[in-house]
Every structure is written in C-alpha cells, then in structure tokens.
C-alpha cells in the first residue's frame, strides 16, 4: 500500500473516532431524557404487531359475531380487565369483566363516537374498572364505531387503545374493499348472463315450437337442452367450473343454434379428454363462441363453421375458438377491449379478457388475431393448477 493510500485510512479512521465520539456523547446526554419515550415506543410497536394478529376478524366487516370474535383475542393483548367494540349507537361485544358498565359506556357514545377518557362510578368495591378510554373506529373516513379499553386507573392505556383502533380501522378499510373488489366481480358475472340474448331465447322457442308438429320429439329433445343450458347460465354461487361443464353448455347452445340455422352452421370440435378436468372462470367460453356465430351467421349469408380446439401443454390447457365469418378491423378489436367502442359493444368479450387478466395475470388475457373479411380466432391459456381456485359442484 502506498504512503498516501495509509495516511488516508489513518485520516478516514480518526474523523470516524471523533464522529462516534461526537455521536456518543451525545446520545449519552440524550439517552436519560428519552428513555421513557423509548419505552413508549416499543410499547407501541408491541401493541400494534399484536393488534394487526387480533383484528384478523374484522376483515369480514364489523358485527357483533366478528367484533366478539377479535374483542377475545384484544384484550389479553392489550392488557386490559375489560374491553369493548361498538359501532356508532350500540356495544357489540364486551370481554372480560365489569359488564354491568356497558350502559355506562353506551351513554360515552356520541354521534360520532370521539376520542375521550372517562371515569366510572360502581357500588361493587371489588369491580376491577373504574376508568374508561374511548377510540373511534373509522370506514372510509367515516364513523363506523369505537374501541373502549377499561382499566382501574388512568394509565398508558389510552395511548394503547388509539394506536389500537387505528390499526382495527386499516381492517375495516380493507373490509369495504373486499366487499367493493366482490361486488364488482359479482357485476361482471351479471353482465355476461346479460349477454345470452334475449333473441337467442327468443329464436330458440321459435325454432323449438317449429318442431312440435312436425317432429314431437325432436321439439322435446331441444326443450330439455334448452332448460339444461339456462339453468347452467343463470345458476347461483360458484365463479369456476371444468371445462368438461363449459363444454357441455356450449353444446347445448350449439344445439339450439342447429335447430334454427340448420345445415348454415358446421361447428367441430377437437377436445383432448385429459384436458376436460380442468378449472376455469365460470362462463369463460360461452361468450366467445357466441361471437363467433354473431360473426358468422348473424353477418354472414354463407356457410358458418366454427372449430373449437382444447389441447394440452404441459402446465395448461389451450383454448381456440375459431371462425369463417366477417372479422373486424384490428382497431376495433383493441376499442372493444379498452371498453370505448360503445357501452353494448363486445361486452362479453371484454369481460372474459377482464376475468382471465384478473384470477391468472395479464399474461393470460385473450390473444384475439381477426381481420376483415379473414374470420377471427381466439385463443386464451388457462393453468391446470393454482392455488385457490376450484370448480363448484354441477348444478
């Protein structure tokens, strides 16, 4: 090592020595004035890792079974004889002793609930509370209730409760966005059942009442098909399936689609039997096979044929769904996608590619190659496996 390389090291260690001495006589003169506020802020961290293991229940909303749920497991943690959850007018669970104060407690409520201490009178001279802290629990930015911690005496508890409550608030936030992201998905399945065409059951009956005459059990045949189909579509709960049930549905449609387009409509199907177990999003295909006879025959005076391919590849399933009809330019498909092609537009189309993207990643959104006048083919990917997800009984 050269003479300057070791007169730098010599430099670099000595401003260290007098930095840290700096630094420790500093903190030596500090560390007496800040050791109760130390103290208090590991109390604090203590308090709100325990509580976020405690308020687990209150992800399910804030009623009286979930807030008697987490008020059994916040009162050991937070060390308190008593404590109760409310909502904005009512205790909803009490724990532990001195239950003969919740009335007292509910005339602390105010509208809305506010942070406060209180004292507490009681004839009993054994009862173990005399003083109550009071912290309001919020939704949203709005008054959703109160955490109440009771104790002998006026102590850190207050400090415990608002931390506390702050922390059971996060929970119900996340509470009304599970309830949002729900609502939301429940929406989408209502739209795609929206999309099974009122002309669809309309030209269904009409096909179906043509055959009553002339071929009795033919007619009989179609109604059974089409009742098994709508009930499939229109059945409650369950937002997966296998794809040997989608298949299913689809060749029902696919029958009744027979029935009024006749020798119009030419569909093959190629499906790997190994593939049939697999579990997608509940009305994944209907929509898309759908589109291809809307593109097909609906827009089109020429023959229709549809070919519906399931094929294995390794870890995932492989879907196509291809027709001959009138395609679209490739700028439109993308609008229709985005959502900007009109409020009626490709709705079912957009809601599967919305589906996928959403339980398996965008990785996994339609891969859509049209053309006008060249037909469409779409082709999605669905894994064999993950986690958390399973296919419904059959209805």
Request: net charge neutral; with cysteine.
């Amino acid at each position: 090592m050269t003479v300057l390389g070791t007169a730098a090291l010599v430099l670099a260690g000595l401003a260290l020595f007098v930095l840290g001495a700096a630094l420790g006589h500093g903190a030596a003169r500090r560390q007496q004035e800040h050791a109760v506020d130390a103290d208090g802020a590991r109390a604090l961290v203590h308090t709100l890792h325990t509580v976020a293991l405690a308020a687990a229940p209150l992800r399910a909303g804030l009623t009286p079974d979930t807030a008697r749920r987490a008020a059994r497991r916040l009162r050991p943690l937070l060390g308190a004889p008593a404590l109760a959850l409310t909502d904005t007018a009512a205790v909803l669970a009490w724990d532990g002793a001195a239950e003969h104060h919740r009335e007292h407690l509910t005339a602390q409520l105010t509208d809305p609930p506010r942070t406060r201490t209180f004292p507490l009178s009681c004839d009993d001279e054994d009862c173990p509370v005399r003083w109550g802290a009071l912290a309001p629990l919020t939704t949203d930015g709005r008054p959703a209730g109160a955490l109440a911690v009771f104790a002998a005496k006026e102590s850190a508890a207050h400090t415990r409760a608002v931390a506390a409550a702050r922390r059971l608030s996060l929970d119900l936030d996340l509470a009304d966005l599970d309830r949002a992201r729900v609502s939301a998905h429940q929406a989408e399945d209502r739209a795609l059942r929206a999309q099974i065409s009122p002309h669809f059951i309309y030209n269904s009956l009409a096909g179906i009442a043509s055959f009553v005459r002339t071929d009795p059990e033919r007619a009989r045949e179609l109604l059974q098909e089409f009742a098994d189909f709508t009930r499939y579509s229109f059945r409650r709960g369950g937002d997966f399936t296998t794809l040997a049930e989608e298949l299913r549905s689809i060749e029902q449609y696919l029958e009744l689609a027979r029935a009024r387009f006749g020798r119009r409509l030419e569909v093959t199907l190629r499906i790997a039997p190994e593939v049939l177990p697999v579990t997608l999003p509940f009305l994944c295909l209907q929509p898309l096979v759908e589109n291809a006879l809307k593109h097909g025959l609906e827009e089109s005076v020429e023959r229709s044929v549809v070919t519906i391919t399931a094929e294995d590849e390794g870890t995932e399933a492989r879907v196509v769904i291809e027709d001959n009809g009138v395609g679209m330019e490739p700028a439109r498909l993308r609008a229709i996608l985005r959502g900007t092609a009109g409020a009626a537009t490709g709705i079912g189309l957009r809601n599967v590619d919305r589906r996928l993207r959403r339980v398996y990643g965008d990785a996994y959104g339609l891969v859509i190659e049209t053309g006008v006048g060249a037909g469409t083919k779409i082709t999605l990917h669905v894994p064999k496996f993950r986690p958390g997800i399973q296919a419904s009984p059959p209805p």
